[in-house]
């Protein structure tokens, strides 16, 4: 089992850095970056496949068709909420503000 899994940017082969530079003299290459791989779930985020933001962007933008087609979104989702106007004092004088507070289903 190795210890690392290449970088999913598209492009990460592509940016012009010393760290990427491997093969010999005559037959140099830019190499896709190595990402130290995640060994529990808990920590799984996007620096567990992508070297870095930029990557993560890159690979969002070129594949974000087949992504969304595998999680669709084709209803609205809605949070239960409490909204109430409360008045604020404040040295510069008192205004309304909109107070929005999440209901709690599972809780009761
Ligand atoms: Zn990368």
Redesign the pocket.
Known sequence: MSNFVW?H?PS?HKSHTQDRIRGVKGSKVLR??KVAKVTQDRWTNMYSF???QG?YNDFANTYVREIIALHPRTEALETPINVTREKVDSRYGDYMETKIIAVDNNGG
């Open positions: 970088c940017g990460c896709t970056k992508f070297c870095s990557c």
